[in-house]
């Protein structure tokens, strides 16, 4: 069975091969296409809602129902979303080394059903709350905190759906692209389609959540809301197994990761050798599948065929000697870490818009009528940005921008994540002045600043990440090698947990440093404003980091056209190698000239 076979050519076919459930190669006719993308897509939709309608809300549990400090709730939930994202690394890892995308992503969403009715019975048990505390006494910080017993299951709860969660984002989109060639025009038409309705697709999700089970966890009971959530993960498990036939596999092909190591193990184990006269001399040089490079050349020596290298056998062991194109392509993924570093800050930006200012909310004026606006729902804002801007980028600002620039992308990957990056910073240069404002109205005219004020950091960090979200994930798409496309889209995700983890750390320096005077649980004896400007001057110091290293980056080119004979091949070679010769002669010719 395909599903859950690992690389071999026993059958007669090869690894890049596109199969059916069966093992059998697809019948195009029968499998693919939109009906399968579309229920591979219900998982990831699943996902979203469970995410959204959990991480947007906690801070308002944590600190109203388990009497959590602000500052360690905000933790709580950056390490939440740190650890889902970053256990995408995990999953994208398994899928390609042995389990397959399909396997992955449906042992997943069974890993986030479980977690999620976890969270429900932690949420519903009133042994798992401490005793209710009133406004005078929370105000006098005298309730009683939630103590290890009561946080136990919850913390169960969280990390097995970080644990699902992370295997089915490294692995669904990427099951989803599976399902159409390439090679034929109209499904590659198709699939390029798919990649932007599918980021529709969880946008929908991501408001439902936000919107829809928010609004029943404050208003009915958060045990409805997280079974709810539970229930659309279970029905989407349901869908993505009945739909089994109608899918193309591909068996797994190994994890880079793997390759990663060894050719750095090789490298340091064979830094005490010369280099070859030419890099054609190097191990697999003539069947390379991505150019030859002289960037971290120090990586070349994996490559070098030594005297236990010499007989054929060995040449074909990835454990004595690397190929050209696994040290290339190791190159190609370190060169992608500079720009990775940069883009961290801008998700420790977005962090706090699920944690600090949903915080902020809860001290807002949120009543419309009779109705009052759950504080977890004013994050709507944000998705109906991210999802109003990402229409605009493809329909109006990319058109526009080919016709200014001539470039066929209209804007680069790097700049859009540097337009990004600046309204990042600018989102919280707005956040600062509106906190400051609410909590000089709340102290000296006792009002109520209306939350609606909230919009400016929601719209600002949305628009951001319409332009930082598509164009990280094109750069580490387009930039990586081909066939680690799990790893690019961990790399990505990877980014967004390192996010989240820089804003644990930075909360917990700042409450120390600060002796817990800005980020305070009531944010009127707090300067939650103070830790804005904080961020927005360290988002101005990346950015300034970002375009120095952006300006710097050679972006990735490709094999040019084999030549159509061996021998043909073979006089290039003969050709780069003379020149490189009368170019060392040169040189050593005006090193001989005397002053």
């Not at 076919?13 to 219900?42: E, Q």
């Not at 880079?256 to 054609?280: D, E, G, M």
């Not at 909590?439 to 209306?450: D, F, G, N, P, T």
Request: glycine letters at 8%.
């Amino acid at each position: 069975m395909v599903l859950v076979g690992s690389h071999g050519e026993k059958d007669g076919l090869n690894d890049d091969a596109v199969l059916d459930y069966r093992g059998n190669p697809v019948d195009k006719s029968k499998t693919g296409g939109w009906l399968a993308a579309g229920l591979i897509l219900g998982c990831e939709l699943s996902e979203r809602i469970c995410v959204m309608g959990i991480s947007m809300n906690l801070v308002p549990y944590l600190v109203g129902d388990l009497h959590i400090s602000a500052a360690k709730s905000a933790t709580m939930v950056t390490n939440f979303m740190g650890t889902l994202n970053l256990l995408g690394l995990l999953g994208g890892f398994l899928a390609d080394a042995k389990l397959s995308r399909y396997v992955t992503v449906a042992i997943s969403a069974a890993i986030t059903s479980l977690g999620v009715i976890l969270l429900t019975v932690a949420t519903t048990i009133p042994s798992m709350r401490p005793p209710p505390c009133d406004e005078y006494r929370r105000q006098h910080h005298e309730c009683i905190e939630a103590n290890g017993r009561q946080l136990a299951l919850l913390y169960v709860a969280l990390y097995t759906i970080a644990l699902g969660c992370g295997g089915i984002k490294s692995n669904v989109s990427s099951f989803g692209s599976d399902q159409f060639d390439v090679t034929d025009p109209k499904e590659e038409n198709a699939m390029i389609f798919f990649i932007s309705r599918f980021y529709f697709g969880i946008s929908i999700g991501s408001l439902f959540g936000v919107i829809v089970l928010v609004y029943i966890q404050d208003n009915i009971g958060r045990g409805l809301g997280y079974g709810i959530s539970a229930a659309t993960m279970v029905i989407a498990l349901a869908v993505l197994l009945c739909g089994t036939p109608w899918y193309r596999f591909k068996r797994p092909q190994g994890s880079p990761l793997t390759i990663l190591w060894r050719v750095l193990f090789l490298a340091l184990k064979k830094r005490n050798q010369s280099y070859p006269s030419h890099p054609s001399l190097l191990n697999d040089y003539e069947n390379r599948r991505v150019p030859y490079t002289k960037r971290f050349k120090c990586l070349d020596k994996a490559a070098v065929l030594d005297d236990d290298c010499a007989a054929n056998t060995n040449k074909n062991k990835p454990c004595v000697v690397s190929t050209v194109t696994q040290v290339e392509e190791v190159k190609m993924v370190l060169k992608l870490l500079p720009i990775w570093s940069t883009c961290i800050l801008f998700w420790t930006i977005y962090s706090q818009m699920t944690t600090f200012t949903i915080h902020q909310a809860t001290a807002m004026h949120r009543t419309v009528g009779s109705f009052v606006i759950p504080a977890g729902s004013f994050s709507a804002f944000l998705v109906i940005t991210i999802l109003l801007f990402t229409s605009l980028n493809e329909k109006v600002f990319v058109p526009l921008a080919r016709k200014l620039t001539h470039n066929v992308q209209g804007i680069t990957c790097l700049q859009r994540i540097g337009i990004g990056l600046i309204l990042s910073i600018a989102a919280m240069v707005g956040a600062a002045i509106v906190e400051k404002e609410r909590r000089q109205r709340a102290i000296q005219k006792e009002i109520k600043l209306s939350a609606f004020w909230l919009f400016i950091q929601f719209f600002l960090v949305g628009c951001g990440e319409a332009f930082a979200y598509v164009g990280q994930l094109e750069f580490f798409i387009r930039e990586a090698p081909d066939r680690m496309k799990s790893m690019s889209t961990g790399l990505f995700l990877s980014t967004i947990s390192m996010g989240f983890f820089v804003s644990s750390l930075l909360v917990y320096i700042v409450d120390h440093a600060t002796k817990k005077s800005w980020l305070r649980t009531n944010l009127n004896k707090g300067k939650l404003n103070n830790f804005y400007w904080l961020l927005a001057a360290l988002g101005f110091i990346n950015l300034l980091v970002f375009l120095i290293l952006a300006s710097r980056h050679e972006y990735r080119t490709h094999l040019p056209i084999k030549p159509e004979s061996r021998e043909e091949e073979l006089k290039s070679l003969n050709n780069e190698m003379i020149e490189d010769v009368e170019k060392k002669a040169t040189i050593q010719s005006l090193k001989n000239i005397e002053p």
